[in-house]
């Protein structure tokens, strides 16, 4: 069973940049046909899907998001991260990794990790 975990920060000062890891364990980051994604949750907003990486290394990118967001695998530990540069209080969120198969199914969510954006 694949699950999936994040980890980093809770508590960032606006302008920093932002790291957060996801450990995947009973899955491969190799594999054919899938897509580890990272999506946001801000207070009283819907999700928002930021940005992928598919086992190729092919990327996709929020549009509104590409100038800031970036992302990287590390195979060997099963590991991949995002990185949000130049946060603001807008950035606060709950953010989640994924795993998705196809462009729209999302399989395998970690429970979310909650990042405030504060002085």
């Known amino acids: 069973q694949v699950q999936l975990e994040e980890s980093g920060p809770g508590l960032v000062e606006p302008w920093q940049t932002l790291i957060l890891t996801c450990t995947v364990s009973g899955g491969s980051l190799k594999s054919n046909g899938y897509y580890w994604t990272w999506i946001r949750q801000a207070p009283a907003k819907g999700l928002e899907w930021m940005i992928a990486?598919?086992?190729?290394?092919?990327?996709d990118y929020s549009p509104s998001l590409k100038s800031r967001t970036s992302i990287s695998r590390d195979t060997s530990k099963s590991q991949f991260t995002l990185q949000l540069t130049s946060v603001t209080p807008e950035d606060t969120a709950v953010y989640y990794c994924?795993?998705?198969?196809?462009?729209?199914?999302?399989?395998?969510w970690g429970q979310g990790i909650q990042v405030t954006v504060s002085s």
């Open positions: 990486i598919g086992p190729s290394g092919r990327l």
């Open positions: 994924v795993r998705a198969r196809g462009d729209y199914i999302y399989e395998y």
